[in-house]
């Protein structure tokens, strides 16, 4: 027999549904003003500001970006190719590094993890940075370069060995029972109890490879290398030299501020439309990698 809802519950599902749905719009607002002015004129954006509802439509924002749609094209392969390639064998290795530094029976483990975390407070500079990357490893104009330099956060490690404090050690002796070694233990027990964790750690570390651009500034001179935010900013960099050439009344026409707007919505569509796959795994590994230190 279906029980019939109480007026009180009704009353709590319209408020919940209002106050939810309130917070969604407010969420959802910028992105609409992003998307609707990314279609606006110059001119009305310099003389009316942003708005969701352009009164002068105009793509000559995206006329510009795709002005040498090749080159577009290939900056998003290499960017999605680097994001996938560079995120998986980061979770690989960050993840075994936080299986080691969980290991009670590691020698040393917290001075370990003390050093790693060590490192983050402090850095060497600009200069040998730079030497190291390009002359040293000899990574400078090549791909790996944009692979390797954004791969391991120390940041990672130490969510991922949170995480692993919160998995019961009988698992772990179970394993051990059963014949298991460690690289057994760590594919077949660590790895699929640890998806929350790997899917929160693993949208931060696509985040770091889709937004890098200083990589490919400092290291790449080869256009064939250039990732998606790179060609971005140097379409932005071309437009501001220019628009810095002519006249006033000249920069009034050029989509100087409508082409900040399509270059935001062209390299962030992608990330908004892969959040909805991990937003489940993504509170959970943030929050239970927070309960234990």
Do not use: C
Not at 42 to 60: A, L, N, Q, R, V
Not at 181 to 206: E, H, M, N, Q, Y
Request: proline fraction near 5%; avoid cysteine.
């Amino acid at each position: 027999m279906k029980i019939k809802p109480s007026f009180d519950q009704i009353l709590f599902q319209i408020l919940a549904y209002f106050v939810v749905g309130g917070i969604g719009f407010v969420t959802l607002f910028p992105f609409l003003v992003l998307l609707g002015s990314s279609f606006a004129s110059e001119h009305e954006i310099i003389t009316s500001g942003y708005t969701i509802f352009p009164k002068e439509f105009s793509i000559d924002a995206y006329k510009l970006v795709f002005l040498n749609p090749q080159k577009i094209l290939r900056a998003y392969g290499i960017t999605i190719s680097l994001t996938s390639l560079g995120t998986l064998i980061s979770l690989f290795f960050s993840s075994m590094a936080a299986y080691v530094l969980y290991r009670k029976d590691v020698k040393y483990r917290n001075a370990l993890a003390f050093f790693l975390y060590f490192t983050t407070l402090f850095q060497g500079g600009l200069a040998p940075y730079y030497i190291i990357v390009s002359r040293v490893l000899h990574l400078k104009n090549t791909p790996f370069v944009l692979l390797l330099v954004p791969m391991f956060q120390v940041f990672h490690i130490l969510i991922l060995r949170n995480y692993l404090n919160s998995i019961p050690d009988s698992l772990f002796e179970a394993a051990k029972i059963d014949g298991a070694g460690d690289f057994a233990i760590f594919i077949r027990v660590i790895l699929p109890l640890s998806k929350p964790a790997l899917a929160a750690v693993g949208l931060f570390t696509a985040l770091i490879y889709w937004n890098d651009w200083w990589t490919a500034m400092m290291f790449v001179e080869k256009d064939a290398y250039a990732p998606l935010q790179f060609v971005l900013y140097q379409i932005l960099s071309s437009v501001n030299v220019a628009a810095n050439m002519v006249n006033n009344m000249a920069t009034i026409d050029m989509p100087k501020e409508s082409l900040k707007l399509a270059m935001t919505v062209i390299s962030t569509g992608p990330i908004l439309l892969l959040y909805p796959f991990v937003q489940k795994y993504f509170v959970k590994g943030i929050t239970m990698g927070a309960v234990k230190g």
